[in-house]
């Protein structure tokens, strides 16, 4: 029990401070919802299915680079700073290669969105939007190496202070370069993209200067020049990265895909599914911080080799994230009318969107329970499995079957037509996703212990 109580301390306080840097992370997007809704409802519009796009290719990316998490707390786990600190300057070669890929999809937005129907009246506008944040992308990815390498050794102290101070920048930034002032013409949605490029680089500026200056970054030694490619390194990093990118480009996609393919459905539906998913986004990043940090411990202790001290801090983290998902669940349900007219004006779009935030609700009571058990997978380097799971239940369930209820195609459709549908199925998937991830979690944790 003394151990349970320990490790919930060290989870707690390691998430609290991780999600205090997350939400001021999806505060950025906060920002650019509630400035674009207020520029225009088709600014809202395009919004929703630009942000879908660069979400699906961005989080599949730095899923790559967080994936490394495990890697990174077993060698702090095991006293090996400066094997750390090489690690993580082997980490640069896939982030180059990984940019260049993500920068590559983001400039060819314009066929994704004519093969998905979005209008094209907002083809232009996203173009643009995406243009921008494909120059944000390589330095998104290179502060989420440092995020992640700060979380692997426990300190999320600065990740949280920069991510904070970013925000203060960006919201200014946001509202001067989207309805322009003081000799800058008003820009509209891409104005939201250039003030996000221009807080990265200053982000970036100031993670190189703690790196170098900072004395909790100075054992690990990473500011020295890199070093040529390590295959024998790059290739534990593809074995366990790869999969595992792979599964979290499956899960944002199925997610931001709803954007998508509400999109042809009007102006009024797009813009409620882009306060529901912007809803379920904010709420995803407690369980992504419990997430983080009860994957950071329980690395921690593998590399100790002490595989009972890790199975308590994996219970410990799941009592947590049951508890705290269940709250969030309710609250979100209770306050959903409120929490819509919050976002936009319009009583068409508000209706909507408080109607699919009682399904966001549910969503997001599987979505926590799921990536807890995720993370927790990967600590022990179970990758391949939850990326064929993800596959069939998120896009088979969640997006086909939601597709087909949701344009008519189904007996059922009857009163779930629309976004509705999209949401009830991927509520009805993401279930059954938590529900094999921890029973697969729960037989690999019996078996370390029994070795």
């Not at 395009?46 to 495990?70: D, H, K, M, N």
Request: proline share 5%; glycine share 8%.
């Amino acid at each position: 029990m003394f151990l349970r109580l320990f490790d919930l301390r060290a989870i707690g306080s390691h998430a609290a401070t991780i999600w205090v840097g997350q939400l001021a992370v999806m505060a950025f997007a906060i920002t650019d919802t509630l400035v674009a809704g207020r520029f225009a409802p088709e600014a809202l519009a395009a919004l929703s299915v630009g942000t879908a796009i660069y979400i699906s290719i961005y989080v599949g990316l730095q899923g790559f680079v967080q994936a490394l998490l495990p890697i990174w707390a077993q060698l702090h786990g095991a006293g090996k700073p400066l094997r750390l600190g090489y690690s993580v300057r082997q980490s640069l070669h896939v982030t180059a290669v990984c940019a260049v890929l993500g920068m590559a999809v983001l400039l060819q937005g314009g066929p994704i969105m004519r093969l998905v129907g979005v209008p094209a009246a907002l083809q232009p506008v996203v173009s643009d939007y995406l243009a921008i944040q494909a120059l944000t992308l390589p330095l998104a990815l290179l502060a989420r190496v440092f995020n992640t390498f700060s979380q692997s050794i426990g300190r999320p102290q600065w990740v949280t202070g920069l991510q904070a101070g970013g925000l203060l920048l960006k919201i200014p930034l946001s509202i001067w370069f989207t309805f322009g002032g003081l000799g800058v013409p008003a820009m509209g949605l891409p104005g939201c993209a250039l003030a996000t490029f221009i807080t990265h680089v200053v982000l970036l500026a100031l993670m190189g200067l703690l790196l170098r200056r900072d004395r909790s970054y100075r054992p690990y030694q990473v500011w020295q020049r890199i070093e040529r490619p390590d295959w024998a390194e790059l290739r534990s990093f593809v074995h366990l990265g790869l999969p595992s990118s792979i599964a979290i480009w499956v899960e944002v996609t199925a997610f931001t895909m709803m954007s998508l393919l509400v999109a042809p459905m009007g102006t009024t539906a797009a813009a409620a599914q882009q306060i529901a998913s912007n809803l379920a986004a904010v709420l995803f990043m407690w369980p992504l911080s419990l997430a983080i940090a009860t994957s950071a411990r329980v690395s921690y202790w593998r590399g100790a080799r002490q595989p009972g001290n890790a199975v308590q801090a994996l219970r410990s983290g799941l009592l947590v994230g049951a508890t705290s998902a269940a709250l969030a669940a309710l609250l979100l349900a209770l306050l959903r009318e409120p929490l819509a007219r919050l976002y936009v004006q319009q009583a068409a779009v508000a209706g909507l969107a408080a109607s699919l935030l009682l399904l966001v609700a549910l969503y997001h009571l599987a979505d926590a329970m799921q990536v807890m058990a995720l993370f927790l997978l990967r600590c022990y380097h179970v990758v391949t499995a939850p990326t064929a799971i993800y596959t069939v239940l998120l896009w088979g369930i969640g997006i086909g079957v939601g597709y087909l209820l949701a344009y008519g195609h189904l007996p059922l459709a009857r009163g779930w037509a629309g976004p509705q549908a999209f949401w009830g199925m991927s509520a009805l998937a993401m279930g059954l996703v938590a529900t094999v991830f921890l029973l697969l979690l729960r037989r690999v944790a019996k078996s370390e212990l029994a070795d």
